[in-house]
């Protein structure tokens, strides 16, 4: 990860992986994955995983290694977020840091 902002990758949140969903369309959640982020709360516009321009309220940085998934959600400050995409950043050919846009 960017050794700049390792130090600062220490607030916790969890993550809910995306199962699949029912019969009904109800989106079902695996059990929450607890790790840490660099949280960043302002308001921009960006694209969503469809393309569409949409607003985010939170950035979340985290770890490159780290599993997620736009179809997963987000547990952070009490709250459960969707996630509006995902951006990855490369370092030597593997996944240095992720940008999770909410």
């Avoid at 302002?42 to 940085?61: A, F, P, R």
């Avoid at 593997?94 to 909410?102: G, I, N």
């Amino acid at each position: 990860m960017y050794e700049s902002l390792k130090p600062w990758v220490n607030i916790p949140y969890s993550i809910k992986p995306f199962i699949r969903r029912s019969g009904t369309g109800k989106a079902i959640y695996g059990e929450p994955i607890d790790s840490f982020c660099y949280p960043e709360a302002k308001m921009q516009l960006i694209k969503d995983s469809n393309g569409s321009e949409v607003v985010s309220s939170h950035t979340l940085y985290i770890d490159g290694s780290t599993s997620i998934d736009v179809l997963d959600s987000v547990i952070f400050e009490g709250k459960e977020w969707a996630i509006e995409n995902i951006v990855t950043f490369y370092r030597g050919g593997h996944p240095d840091c992720k940008v999770v846009y909410l």
